[in-house]
């Protein structure tokens, strides 16, 4: 679970928040003298990045207001939090000027150790019984 | 549907007709509610006006000046004494009113935030159907609703006063603390039902003694 540095609400819940993909892919000035490839890779295609990844997300069940983030998808460090239309910040700088949250690092950093080394152990660790107590909750719901 | 054969049926009448959107689980908060530890109860009919405008814009100034004040950030709730505006979003805010205050029970608040608004950029709307309100009340209320949301609910962290948007039982509700013991919760009239359930729910170890 990510807690995610609402600029406008502060901390929440990653059940709050809703993913946008990736950030700063500008729509084609001319999109009439694209050629189909052109359209397909502007509409489908999207980078795969290890490591640092500026991605939109909506705060939907809070403010209702997008927002940019540029977050580690190995470590899922939050590094920055940013507004819509503002330059994606420096991949080494933690936390530009213009967002203001000063309180997003100790919410990351602990999030960031936690969750991948959880969920990794949970689905290694744990023998079949507990899986299959699971699956039936599940469908019911 | 077969009402419409009858044009008898007056404007009264048709108000006395609403039924809220927990009305069928009233005698469940009623037996489901333990005295002077958590009590649920459904307040129907609230005034509720969606407002969409810029606070800082002379159409949000001459908003303000009707409702008593918009407010600034991320849960503060402003107003006079029983018209409250909850922060919603940067410029969304959610005017909450008495049933009286509707123009179906002669109410002005809603004509005077559209003359208020007048032309400017923004919208008033009537949401007075959109939501229901629930009560939780009593020193259990914070441990009920802890069981299902994400939100640091300590004292010290929200204080009384404060409105936030939120899930609560995987519901998206609006979440007003009115009093140190006092809850408002506004879900949206198609989760009542469910989300008046799941407090029920979770009251029900609070009527038992408690084990030590």
Same mark, same amino acid.
């Given at each position: 679970m990510l807690l995610i540095s609402c600029p406008n609400c502060g901390s929440r819940d990653e059940t709050e928040f809703h993913y946008g993909g990736q950030a700063h892919v500008p729509y084609p000035? #001319?999109? #009439? $003298?694209?050629n189909d490839r052109q359209w397909a890779e502007f509409l489908f295609y999207r980078d795969n990045t290890k490591g640092a990844f500026a991605e939109r997300w909506l705060h939907s069940t809070g403010c209702r207001q997008w927002f940019n983030m540029l977050r580690d998808t190995v470590t899922y460090e939050i590094q920055a939090v940013y507004p819509m239309g503002s330059p994606r910040p $420096?991949?080494?700088?933690?936390? =530009?000027? $213009? =967002?203001? =949250?000063?309180?997003l690092a100790p919410d990351s950093t602990t999030t960031g150790t936690a969750a991948p080394s959880t969920t990794g152990t949970s689905i290694s660790g744990t023998s079949n019984t507990p899986a299959s107590t699971t699956a039936p909750e599940g469908a019911t719901k | 549907m077969a009402e419409t054969a009858a044009p008898a049926t007056s404007y009264e009448k048709n108000l006395s007709l609403r039924v809220s959107p927990a009305a069928q689980l009233r005698a469940d908060f009623e037996t489901g509610s333990v005295r002077g530890v958590v009590e649920l109860s459904e307040i129907a009919f609230l005034t509720m006006v969606g407002l969409r405008v810029n606070r800082s814009s002379d159409a949000g100034q001459r908003v303000a000046s009707v409702t008593g004040g918009l407010p600034a950030t991320c849960g503060s709730v402003s107003g006079t004494r029983d018209t409250s505006v909850l922060w919603l979003g940067p410029e969304e805010f959610l005017v909450v009113a008495p049933r009286e205050a509707h123009e179906s029970l002669g109410g002005e608040l809603i004509q005077a935030l559209r003359g208020a608004l007048g032309d400017g950029a923004g919208q008033v709307v009537d949401?007075?159907?959109?939501r229901t309100t629930f009560e939780l009340t009593g020193p259990r209320a914070r441990a009920v609703l802890e069981k299902g949301c994400s939100l640091d609910l300590h004292p010290r962290s929200l204080l009384a006063g404060t409105a936030l948007s939120t899930e609560i039982g995987n519901i998206p509700v609006v979440l007003w603390k009115t009093g140190e013991e006092t809850f408002r919760l506004f879900p949206r009239a198609s989760f009542a039902d469910f989300l008046g359930r799941w407090l029920l729910d979770a009251m029900r170890e609070y009527a038992s003694p408690e084990v030590p």
């Amino acid at each position: 679970m990510l807690l995610i540095s609402c600029p406008n609400c502060g901390s929440r819940d990653e059940t709050e928040f809703h993913y946008g993909g990736q950030a700063h892919v500008p729509y084609p000035e #001319n999109p #009439n $003298e694209l050629n189909d490839r052109q359209w397909a890779e502007f509409l489908f295609y999207r980078d795969n990045t290890k490591g640092a990844f500026a991605e939109r997300w909506l705060h939907s069940t809070g403010c209702r207001q997008w927002f940019n983030m540029l977050r580690d998808t190995v470590t899922y460090e939050i590094q920055a939090v940013y507004p819509m239309g503002s330059p994606r910040p $420096e991949a080494a700088g933690k936390v =530009t000027a $213009e =967002t203001g =949250t000063a309180s997003l690092a100790p919410d990351s950093t602990t999030t960031g150790t936690a969750a991948p080394s959880t969920t990794g152990t949970s689905i290694s660790g744990t023998s079949n019984t507990p899986a299959s107590t699971t699956a039936p909750e599940g469908a019911t719901k | 549907m077969a009402e419409t054969a009858a044009p008898a049926t007056s404007y009264e009448k048709n108000l006395s007709l609403r039924v809220s959107p927990a009305a069928q689980l009233r005698a469940d908060f009623e037996t489901g509610s333990v005295r002077g530890v958590v009590e649920l109860s459904e307040i129907a009919f609230l005034t509720m006006v969606g407002l969409r405008v810029n606070r800082s814009s002379d159409a949000g100034q001459r908003v303000a000046s009707v409702t008593g004040g918009l407010p600034a950030t991320c849960g503060s709730v402003s107003g006079t004494r029983d018209t409250s505006v909850l922060w919603l979003g940067p410029e969304e805010f959610l005017v909450v009113a008495p049933r009286e205050a509707h123009e179906s029970l002669g109410g002005e608040l809603i004509q005077a935030l559209r003359g208020a608004l007048g032309d400017g950029a923004g919208q008033v709307v009537d949401l007075s159907a959109n939501r229901t309100t629930f009560e939780l009340t009593g020193p259990r209320a914070r441990a009920v609703l802890e069981k299902g949301c994400s939100l640091d609910l300590h004292p010290r962290s929200l204080l009384a006063g404060t409105a936030l948007s939120t899930e609560i039982g995987n519901i998206p509700v609006v979440l007003w603390k009115t009093g140190e013991e006092t809850f408002r919760l506004f879900p949206r009239a198609s989760f009542a039902d469910f989300l008046g359930r799941w407090l029920l729910d979770a009251m029900r170890e609070y009527a038992s003694p408690e084990v030590p």
